[in-house]
T-cell receptor, first 111, second 110 residues
């Protein structure tokens, strides 16, 4: 079975721009979570969606938003990019309250 | 907010030696996960610990959980070079939102 997929793999943006990251969960998984991993740190929880509803939000500004589609894929949007938004963005899926399986990530660089 | 701390942050150990990584967390939880991350790669699930006293073993790695002490350990036995990676513990806040530790960067040297 295919694992979690994310696109794009790498992205370079300039300050003030907007970015959309995409994630497709493992087939049958209804929960998708997004994490931000800054170099040298552990992943930080951004959002969780389950059955297309937001179930949780981490300590991130309103510039960050997300949604989940009927096929359980998800998008993470970040507006008004700052240099500090440069990070590896990880998507994880799970069938419910269970182990989360992580995708390869999207590396975002903000110049 | 749930806080998760790991120590040590960096660990350099010789092949064949044993060592333990510690993971402490600030509020009660019944689930703890260990992940491995190789440089430039994503996270690979190693263990899920679901109850107090749980112990899981896979090869040279053994993980345990003490929910009363809010402590998990990852024990490495007879380290080999292939175990070089960064190891993270993650605590579930009861609703499947994971809070990760700072990570332990392990280097096994010949």
């Amino acid at each position: 079975d295919a694992g979690v997929t994310q696109s794009p793999t790498h992205l370079i943006k300039t300050r003030g721009q907007q970015v959309t990251l995409r994630c497709s969960p493992i087939s049958g998984h209804k929960s998708v979570s997004w994490y931000q991993q800054v170099l040298g740190q552990g992943p930080q929880f951004i959002f969780q969606y389950y059955e297309k509803e937001e179930r949780g939000r981490g300590n991130f500004p309103d510039r960050f938003s997300a949604r989940q589609f009927p096929n359980y894929s998800s998008e993470l949007n970040v507006n008004a990019l700052l240099l500090g938004d440069s990070a590896l963005y990880l998507c994880a899926s799970s069938p419910g309250r269970d182990t989360q399986y992580f995708g390869p990530g999207t590396r975002l660089t903000v110049l | 907010e749930l806080k998760v701390e790991q120590n040590p942050l960096f660990l350099s150990m010789q092949e064949g030696k044993n060592y333990t990584i510690y993971c402490n967390y600030s509020t009660t939880s019944d689930r703890l996960y260990w992940y491995r991350q190789d440089p430039g790669k994503s996270l690979e699930s190693l263990f899920v610990l679901l109850s107090n006293g749980a112990v899981k073993q896979e090869g040279r790695l053994m993980a345990s959980l003490d929910t009363k002490a809010r402590l998990s350990t990852l024990h490495i036995t007879a380290a080999v070079h292939d175990l070089s990676a960064t190891y993270f513990c993650a605590v579930d806040n009861w609703i499947n939102q994971f809070y990760f530790g700072t990570g332990t960067s392990l280097t096994v040297i010949p």
